[in-house]
């Protein structure tokens, strides 16, 4: 007997990460911020701000600008970040990096800095290939005498008649492609296509004539194609000039031993140096002339901003300035604070003055009570936690006294108490328990001072 079970379903837990809840900018159609919204509460100017930056991106006119998100710890920065993408979609290339992810003991800051510019960069290239699709009426390869002798036959071409909605048409192929046939295992009564130019052949599914009363049914069946059986098909693909860069940067080596041996012991990252770049600019521009490609400025993000050093800001000046360039958002929570690789230039946010001058600054603002207690109820929800509204208030006194950090923090180890002690949700009293068991920054630098010499200075 054949044992069935039903399957519970296949959608994955998704983690919980610190911005799950931002699903977007939450702005009205007219581009203002709603007090809450997608997931968003407060920072209205922020978000109104970083609508129209979308707006800008979106009509490909911000490309070689940057935007510095300024603002505390824990006022939303990377969220904003985080919601410009959301609100941008998958199309658009989005390149999220911390500061310090440049430095690396295998490649330079600069060649780091430029791979992730790279990768913000996405090119649209649009193909029109002509195909033949339909149902596959009459599949019969024609066998010829072998020109070596011998007593064996060889296929001298494949006689193949495809049926689409509008008619029938009768192809002769190429021997090669019988294999390609064979491979995707084609039998009559298949939907199929084939590539003209390049003879590649891929099965579609069984034509839904041949569907049988079945409930269980190992084939797909598809209805027959519409249209004529030879069309042009426009084919678009999403690549980004990073990866461009990748594929032309691989050594093409021949068979010898010593081909083979440098490609094994060739380490992982290899750099890219400037003129196989300005080759590829070269050959996009090309294609971006005749109209075969479009160049879809993305975003690079850099949080952590101040950890670059002066090299490094040098360089996304000029960077900038070249003519394919992402729009770039960095953060920076630091007031006024030396440039890191000097020994006495200090500056506001920790980002020399002279790119300072070619930002747009949005200042991020901390939260008040309310907009905090908002938050909390949202993570709850987010978290899948239940919580009683007094210790959804005491959660919030800490947001106000401590950090919301520490606030959101306490969440789940609450929860945990509660369930310890046999409740369904959060109380007051777990909330207490759980602030003498984690302390926050503040009360821990209180207890290095008064411990005077218990830890190393």
């Not at 920065?77 to 959301?86: E, G, I, M, N, R």
């Not at 699709?133 to 011998?150: D, I, K, Q, R």
């Not at 009559?188 to 003879?199: F, L, R």
């Not at 194609?225 to 042009?232: A, F, L, Q, T, Y």
Request: hydrophobic letters at 40%; aromatic letters at 4%; glycine letters at 8%.
């Amino acid at each position: 007997m054949v044992n069935l079970s039903e399957v519970k379903g296949t959608s994955r837990e998704n983690r919980t990460a610190a911005h799950t809840h931002i699903k977007g900018l939450g702005l009205r159609s007219d581009g203002t911020a709603e007090t809450a919204g997608n997931g968003f509460v407060g920072q209205t100017a922020a978000r109104e701000a970083c609508g129209v930056v979308v707006d800008l991106i979106r009509a490909k006119k911000m490309s070689g600008r940057a935007v510095l998100l300024a603002g505390g710890p824990g006022t939303g920065k990377t969220a904003l970040a985080l919601a410009v993408s959301q609100e941008l979609g998958t199309k658009v290339p989005f390149c999220p990096i911390v500061g310090s992810e440049v430095y690396s003991t295998e490649v330079k800051k600069t060649e780091a800095l430029m791979e992730n510019f790279r990768r913000a960069i996405g090119l649209r290239v649009r193909e029109m290939k002509e195909v033949y699709e339909g149902e596959v009426t009459e599949l019969v390869p024609e066998e010829a005498e072998n020109p070596l002798g011998g007593y064996g036959k060889t296929i001298s071409h494949l006689i193949l008649t495809l049926k689409s909605a509008k008619g029938t048409k009768k192809l002769r192929l190429d021997p090669s492609i019988y294999e390609a046939v064979q491979k995707e295992r084609v039998a009559q009564g298949d939907v199929i296509y084939i590539e003209a130019n390049t003879g590649a052949c891929k099965r579609v599914g069984r034509s839904d004539a041949y569907a049988t009363e079945f409930d269980l049914e190992a084939e797909e069946y598809v209805p027959v194609p519409k249209g004529d059986v030879h069309k042009k098909k426009e084919i678009v693909q999403d690549v980004t000039l990073h990866d461009l860069d990748i594929a032309n940067a691989r050594p093409q080596g021949g068979q010898d031993v010593m081909s083979m041996m440098g490609q094994l012991m060739k380490p992982k990252k290899t750099e890219i140096t400037d003129k196989l770049r300005g080759e590829i600019n070269k050959v996009v521009s090309r294609y971006i002339d005749q109209g075969i490609a479009e160049l879809v400025p993305g975003v690079l993000f850099i949080d952590e901003v101040h950890m670059l050093d002066m090299e490094c800001f040098t360089y996304l000046n000029r960077a900038l300035e070249s003519p394919i360039s992402p729009i770039v958002i960095l953060a920076s929570n630091r007031g006024t604070t030396l440039i890191r690789g000097t020994q006495d230039i200090t500056a506001a946010h920790g980002v020399p003055s002279d790119l300072l001058a070619r930002l747009l600054i949005i200042p991020t603002h901390p939260y008040n009570p309310s907009e905090i207690q908002t938050i909390i109820r949202l993570r709850a929800k987010t978290e899948g936690l239940t919580i009683s509204e007094s210790a959804l208030e005491k959660v919030a006194q800490h947001g106000v006294k401590v950090s919301l950090r520490y606030a959101l923090q306490l969440l789940t180890p609450s929860s945990i108490l509660a369930k310890v002690n046999g409740r369904q949700s959060i109380e007051p009293a777990d909330v207490e328990e759980c602030e003498d068991l984690f302390i926050d920054a503040k009360r821990s630098a209180q207890i290095v001072e008064s411990a005077d010499g218990a830890f190393i200075a």
